[in-house]
């Protein structure tokens, strides 16, 4: 069983579509959770992070965490053309001393947002 | 806003020539990384750093790797004899920290990338 799955898409949806994309894992160490979102031949940018079960919000994005079923979502709402995007997850154990933090990522979810 | 800027953003070599991948981080950050993207893979880490010495590294960094902070504001990747099989993007990120429980809560901010194609 691979340390995260996520399914690799496409996915596609209208504007205004609501999206949600979601990743398990296996290992039972992971306590910190990020969502990155990639455009075509450039590097990760992170849009959410959280080391805590339950919902965050930020504006249009909604990260969950289930670590009882670990499990992972990234909710968009009013979703838009310019959500066009690969969205990874990546998630790291909590490491209490200095220049831990080495991330595991899922394959990435290719998302087109539909005029 | 500050970002992690890489260079060059393509690089071709040859088989079994030394390429060197360059990044400098964002300002006040301390905890630097390498991380690969093969072609329709995932991104994979390389190696982190921390204090000017490796703190973590994977499988995949063996001795054709080495990294270096040379000054204040650069971070470095070497390949010393590069394969096929490197062909890659490199992507460098940063995280800031201040030690302490801090230290741990500040996620990666990553480049660009390096387009590196060994021929």
């Known amino acids: 069983q691979k340390e995260v799955e996520q399914d690799p898409g496409p996915l596609s949806v209208p504007e205004g579509a609501i999206v949600s994309l979601n990743c398990t894992y296996s290992?039972?160490?992971?306590?910190?959770f990020m969502w990155y979102r990639q455009y075509s031949r450039k590097g990760p940018e992170l849009l959410m992070y959280t080391y805590s079960s339950g919902n965050k919000e930020d504006g249009r994005f909604t990260a969950q965490v289930d670590k009882s079923s670990k499990y992972i979502s990234l909710f968009i709402r009013d979703s838009q053309p310019s959500d066009s995007a690969t969205y990874l997850c990546a998630m790291s154990p909590l490491i209490l001393t200095g220049g831990g933090n080495k991330l595991t990522f899922g394959t990435g979810t290719q998302l087109k947002v539909e005029l | 806003e500050p970002e992690v800027t890489q260079t060059p953003s393509h690089q071709v070599t040859q088989m079994g020539q030394e390429v060197i991948l360059r990044c400098v981080p964002i300002?006040?950050?301390?905890?630097f990384y390498w991380y690969r993207q093969i072609l329709g893979q995932k991104v994979e880490f390389l190696v982190s750093?921390?204090?000017?010495?490796?703190?973590?590294k994977s499988e995949i960094f063996d001795d054709q790797f080495s990294v270096e902070r040379p000054d204040g504001s650069n971070f470095t990747l070497k390949i010393r004899s590069t394969k096929l099989e490197d062909s890659a993007m490199y992507f460098c990120?940063?995280?800031?920290?201040?030690?302490?429980?801090?230290?741990?809560?500040?996620?990666?901010?990553f480049g660009n990338g390096t387009r590196l194609t060994v021929t």
């Open positions: 300002s006040n950050h301390l905890y």
């Open positions: 990120a940063s995280r800031k920290g201040t030690g302490g429980r801090s230290s741990y809560n500040s996620p990666l901010h």
């Open positions: 290992n039972s160490a992971f306590q910190y």
């Open positions: 750093f921390y204090n000017n010495e490796i703190s973590e």
